[in-house]
């Protein structure tokens, strides 16, 4: 049994990233996919009122408990479609910990600025401001195997952009790469 393929959506809050991971459920016809969200994950925490430590420390644990989830699905031959707000370095370095780097095409998802905002609040689901402040820290690692732009994309096209470049997945990968450069050497 081999490893499962993981292509890892990373971008703000607003900028597609679950909207491009259900038009790959439906484009990718190699395999079975299974999408793992980070939202989804935070779902199903319970909805008690929790102090601003106690918040942070089940915040951490749930990314922790996510990267492995994921890892855990890949691992068994899984083929998993992620998406993640990778704003905090911690996350991006325990991801390059647990995933397999050559299992994984990292994906970019940008949108402008003022497209983010107008999302956010369309949306009403989210803090005011969560993805302008995101907006700097989820790509300050400067490396992907690919980048959608979904200001003016669809999600459509951005799967079908992902779908092709799988095909073709780079060697060394974006996360092979990545573990070089922020890794200690074993």
Known sequence: MGSGRIIFLNGTSSSGKSSIARELLTVLD???????SVDGFNAMRTKRELTRAELDAALRRTRMGFHRSIAAMAEVGNDVVVDHVLSEPWRLIDCLT???????LFVGVRCS?????????????????????????????????????????????????????????PSPTAFSRLRARCLPAP
């Open 113 to 169: 600025r003022d497209e983010l905002i107008r999302r956010e609040r369309a949306r009403g689901d989210r803090p005011p401001g969560l993805a302008a402040h995101q907006y700097d820290l989820v790509h300050g690692h400067g490396d992907y195997d690919l980048e959608c732009d979904t200001t003016s994309t669809s999600a459509r096209e951005c799967a079908l952009q992902i779908k092709d470049f799988l095909a073709r997945r």
């Open 98 to 104: 647990v995933l397999r780097p050559e299992d994984v």
């Open 30 to 36: 190699d395999g079975v996919f299974f999408h793992l």
